[in-house]
């Protein structure tokens, strides 16, 4: 069963998008659940976790940590998880995943498409 991502689209520099993930319970409970994007010609890398308690960690972009600007959170009873990104970049624009970490390597979804152009 794959994790199903949602939210994205085209947005303005400077602009919102909150992001949803709906995971299923066994790759849920328990476990440390994470953000990951993938920029065109990049890698997939890890933007931010949350532990079941809600303890969060972001990862650094050339500007800086992301937090301030990205925010992760999730619904322990309903299985979601959640990414608001405020202050949207250029350098954002991304297919962004949701997944445990570390990832179950067989549950990785389709992603959602983040665009953020003027």
């Known amino acids: 069963v794959q994790l199903q991502a949602s939210g994205g689209g085209l947005v303005q520099p400077g602009g919102s998008l909150t992001l949803s993930c709906a995971a299923p319970s066994n790759i849920f409970r328990g476990n440390i659940m994470g953000w990951f994007r993938q920029a065109p010609g990049k890698q997939r890398v890890i933007v931010a976790r949350?532990?079941?308690?809600?303890?969060?960690?972001?990862?650094?972009s050339r500007e800086g940590s992301l937090e301030g600007r990205f925010t992760i959170s999730r619904d322990n009873t309903n299985n979601m998880l959640y990414l608001r990104m405020d202050s949207l970049k250029l350098e954002d624009t991304a297919v962004y995943y949701c997944n445990s970490v570390p990832a179950d390597l067989n549950s990785w979804g389709q992603g959602t498409l983040v665009t953020v152009s003027s």
């Open positions: 949350i532990t079941t308690g809600g303890i969060t960690w972001y990862e650094y």
